[in-house]
């Protein structure tokens, strides 16, 4: 697709990077009446949500993420209306499977009366207190995803939260969000089924499951699976990236790719402008937000002259999370998995 367009005058913001948060900005922005110009560094659009081939021509892969549950839960992606600009998401029948070396298997479906069945498998009593997992979930869904999706300090929807949970269940849910999953689920559940699809959930979110928090990630990663499944776009992740990138450019937004920025220029504590590769000066009239790691923001298009000690000394407590290894195959048919229940799930652990 065309991503450049001609632009007029100064901008009222920038954009710094075309990664699914940056393109999500700049349509909210340009809806707001801004001016906005993206520069992604790269002459991809998307970042981490972009498809590619890399295996065998014609085979479309998603070279880093893949699966969108927060994506088709967010009521800020939802107001966007991409179908309007090409979107259409598909699921596999079943969420994910995980598979035990013994070939059993704990299915995650988006029936709760199914994920039911396949945990009681393995511990009969465990599809009354899954049952009773997704009952607390779907009566703090609407309050929670608001709090999630809301500019911070999103006080009123989460207030709403605190008042759906009641004072017990708020109390639980601060302790779920320090506890490793592996207690969680041993606290909920006597079988191994409903407790590995909380641990896997909470490990495929780079939480191991000894983990400070782990059990907050896998119920929140298992209930949006529960409640959305894993959602794929049609076409591959990229789909969701270019028709963010479609609607900017229908709303007189302007990408500019293979333009990195180099720095923010910052005047009396206000950021006024960027700098890109190549020495160009882009001036805002309102803002320059970025899409890039807090290191990189702050420590090199910022710089530390700019920023307070304090805020340096946190910064230098920042650290990265887990690496993570993805290897693409093309296959001539799907995999023929001697666990039949796992055959239908997009997503599978082991
Ligand atoms: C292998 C892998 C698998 C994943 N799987 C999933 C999944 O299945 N589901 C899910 O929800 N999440 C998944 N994630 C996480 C998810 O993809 C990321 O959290 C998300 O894509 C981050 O989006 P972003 O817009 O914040 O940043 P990014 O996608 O990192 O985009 C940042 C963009 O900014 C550009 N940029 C950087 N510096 C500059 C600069 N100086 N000037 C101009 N442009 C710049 C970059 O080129 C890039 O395009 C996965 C991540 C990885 C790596």
């Known amino acids: ?111 709760v009366e199914e994920t039911a069945a396949s945990v009681a498998a393995f511990a009969p009593g465990d599809a009354r207190a899954w049952r009773e997992l997704a009952q607390e979930w779907a009566g703090i869904e609407h309050d929670l995803l608001q709090t999630l999706f809301s500019p911070l300090p999103a006080l009123r929807p989460a207030r709403r939260l605190l008042s759906a949970l009641g004072a017990g269940g708020a109390l639980r849910m601060a302790r779920r969000a320090v506890l490793p999953v592996r207690r969680f689920g041993d606290e909920l559940f006597d079988g191994e089924g409903a407790r590995i699809l909380l641990a896997g959930n909470a490990l495929h979110a780079d939480l191991p499951p000894d983990g400070a928090g782990s059990a907050l990630y896998g119920w929140l990663l298992a209930m949006l699976g529960q409640s959305f499944g894993f959602p794929v776009p049609v076409g591959g992740a990229g789909e969701l990236s270019e028709s963010l990138a479609r609607r900017f450019l229908a709303h007189g937004g302007e990408i500019r790719t293979e333009s990195p920025v180099e720095g923010i220029e910052v005047s009396a504590g206000e950021a006024v402008g960027v700098r890109l590769a190549g020495g160009e000066r882009v001036r805002v009239r309102r803002a320059v937000l970025a899409d890039v790691t807090a290191p990189k923001l702050y420590g090199d298009l910022v710089g530390s002259a700019h920023l307070p000690a304090r805020f340096r000394r946190d910064l230098e407590a920042f650290k990265w999370d887990t690496p993570t290894l993805k290897i693409d195959w093309a296959l001539r048919a799907p995999v023929s998995w001697t666990a039949l229940a796992a055959r239908g799930a997009g997503t599978i652990l082991l």
């Open 1 to 111: 697709m065309e991503h450049e367009r001609g632009h007029r005058g100064t901008p009222d913001a920038v954009v710094i990077g075309a990664g699914h948060n940056g393109l999500v900005a700049a349509n909210l922005l340009v809806d707001a009446g801004w001016d906005v110009v993206l520069c992604e560094a790269t002459p991809y659009l998307g970042g981490a949500v972009r498809t590619g081939e890399v295996t065998a021509p014609g085979y479309r892969s998603d070279l880093f993420s893949a699966f969108y549950p927060l994506a088709v839960a967010s009521p800020v992606l939802r107001s966007l209306g991409l179908a309007d600009f090409g979107l259409r998401w598909t699921h596999a029948p079943q969420v994910l499977a995980h598979v035990f070396p013994d070939d059993r298997c704990a299915v995650l479906s988006r029936d």
